[in-house]
Each structure stands twice: as C-alpha cells, then as structure tokens.
C-alpha cells in the first residue's frame, strides 16, 4: 500500500504494516490512553510514530499529538492532517495549513461490510451504484470503499466544523477505473448559508488487501496537469471542478472552509 499515491503533492505521508513495542508518547498523549488495552496503545502510539515521520518530512520537530473533545487529532499549531488504523496497517498524513484546508485518510480491509452495515451507511442510490460497480469489478468490496470514503470525509470535516456529520449527509460517487471519488454534502459548511451543497473530490486505491481513501480540499492534485485540465472538468462535473490560472484544478469545497 502506498498512501502517498491519493493524496496531494503538499501532503506528507509515513505508514507501517508492523506495530514498534517501543514506540514513545509524550506525557498528553499518555493520558489519552492511559485506560486503554495493550492493542489499543500499541496502535496509537505507532500512528503517531507515523505522524512524527511526516511532520519530519515537512521539516517540522517531534510534537504531541493528543486527541481532542470528538477524538480529532490535536495537531501542532499550522499544521492539518489525519490518521487511520486498520488490522496490519496505520498511516498519517499532514501538511501545513496554508496549503490545504483539511485532511481526511481512512483504511480498511478489502472486505464487504455486513447487510446491516450496510443499509446503515449507505444511501439507496449508492447501494445501487455499489451494485453496479460489483458487477463490473468484484475484486474490490465497494460498499466498503464508499463506508471509508465517508469516514475520510468525516475526518476532514469534523476539525474545521466540531459538528457531527451523519452517513447520510454524504452522497459518495466513486469512478472505477481512475481511482477517485467525489463526495456531495447535503449540509452546509461554515460560510455556507443558501449556497449550494459542497463538493469534494478525493482519491481511492486498492492494494494489499486493503483499501485507502483520502480527501484533501484545496491541494495540487499530482494526478493532474495543467494540458488535462479540461477532461477533469468533463470527469467531475464543471460545479464541482474550478481551476487557477495555470490549470490546476481546485476543490470546490475550499468555497466553504
Ligand atoms: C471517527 C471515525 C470516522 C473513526 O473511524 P475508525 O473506524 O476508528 O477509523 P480509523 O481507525 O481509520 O481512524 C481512527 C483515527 O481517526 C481519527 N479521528 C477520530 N475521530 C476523529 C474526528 N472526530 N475528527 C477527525 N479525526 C478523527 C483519530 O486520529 C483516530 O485515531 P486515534 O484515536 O488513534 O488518534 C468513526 O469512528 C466515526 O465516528 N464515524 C462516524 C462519522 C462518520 O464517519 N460520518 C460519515 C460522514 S459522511
């Protein structure tokens, strides 16, 4: 699995397949776990291990990283990102704040979600869509990838907004050859009185067993190029899509953060 291949090119990402036994916290990361069994220690600690990697990478110090209020990860000051653990893998991503708005990762087995999962986080036209999408790839558990692109979103949202974002606020549309989503909110963002529902685009990957996705508002998408700009217009649809005058495209949800 590689991480780094659905988020932006300003996004630093570390992951791991192990737990390290001796993976270190700081003292307010201690006290956020300090009730919790072994497995769940071992796989906070080794997340944040990953954090610490990829703030080294965006040249920043070792810095704790505790959980707040909603278990959001209190990131150092100038700094978004977002964690995900699943069995046999953790992963963080992070950037500074002034080149992307949010972060959201979120990783899970490639495996099918039980029924009463399912029509719990899945609207009836994604259930139609997840069927469609089986049909033509069987290889991947899509009602699985559109529960983890809904996490991912929630992940985003949830530091900027402290609001709780149900299942059903969140349209997934996922296209199956070229790796991406696009997430519709049926709720307003902060500035977003009488404007339209936002839109965010993100990224999934199949790989390993498992399945990743990631959204991150207001990055340079590597995938895109300037000279392409028009046929990601034709892909996400034009209210969803906005480019800079060199082409790159910009996430429409950068409208309400
Ligand atoms: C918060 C939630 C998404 C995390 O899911 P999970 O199955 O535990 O997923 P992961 O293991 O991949 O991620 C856990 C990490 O997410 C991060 N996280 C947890 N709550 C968070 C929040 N409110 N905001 C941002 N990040 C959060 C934390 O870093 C956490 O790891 P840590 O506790 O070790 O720091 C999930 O528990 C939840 O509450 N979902 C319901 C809300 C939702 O998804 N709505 C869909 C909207 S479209």
């Known amino acids: ?27 307010e990361e201690e006290a956020c776990v300090s009730g919790a069994v072994d497995k769940r220690r071992r796989e906070y ?3 944040r291990q990953c954090a610490r990697r990829a703030l080294a990478a965006l040249g920043m110090p070792p810095a704790p990283i505790p959980s707040g209020t909603g278990r959001d990860p209190l990131w150092p000051p100038g700094i978004v990102g977002s964690m995900t653990h699943c069995d046999g893998y953790r992963a963080a991503a992070v950037a500074r704040a002034g080149t992307v708005h949010a972060i959201g990762i979120d990783a899970e087995p490639n495996d099918p979600l039980p029924n009463d999962v399912v029509r719990a986080v899945l609207t009836a036209s994604e259930r139609v869509a997840v069927r469609e999408l089986a049909d033509a790839e069987p290889g991947v558990s899509w009602d699985r990838l ?3 692109a809904k996490e991912a979103v929630y992940k ?11 299942f059903e606020d969140a349209e997934i549309g996922v296209h199956r050859s070229d790796g991406s989503f696009i997430a519709k909110l049926t709720v307003p963002g902060p500035d977003a ?7 965010l685009s993100g990224r999934w990957l199949a790989a390993d067993g498992l399945l990743v996705t990631a959204v991150a508002p207001g990055g340079q998408p590597r995938w895109v190029v300037p000279d392409v700009a028009s046929a990601v217009r034709e892909l996400v649809g034009e209210e969803s899509a906005t480019f800079n005058r060199s082409g790159i495209k910009k996430p429409a949800w950068r409208n309400v953060l």
């Open 146 to 148: 559109l529960f983890s």
């Open 1 to 27: 699995m590689t991480i780094e291949a659905v988020l932006p090119a300003e996004v630093m990402s570390a992951e791991t397949t192990t737990d390290d036994p001796i993976a270190v916290l700081f003292p």
């Open 156 to 166: 985003a949202w949830y530091p900027i907004m402290h609001t709780w974002l149900g």
């Open 193 to 199: 009185a009488g404007s339209p529902p936002a839109t």
């Open 45 to 47: 600690a080794t997340v």
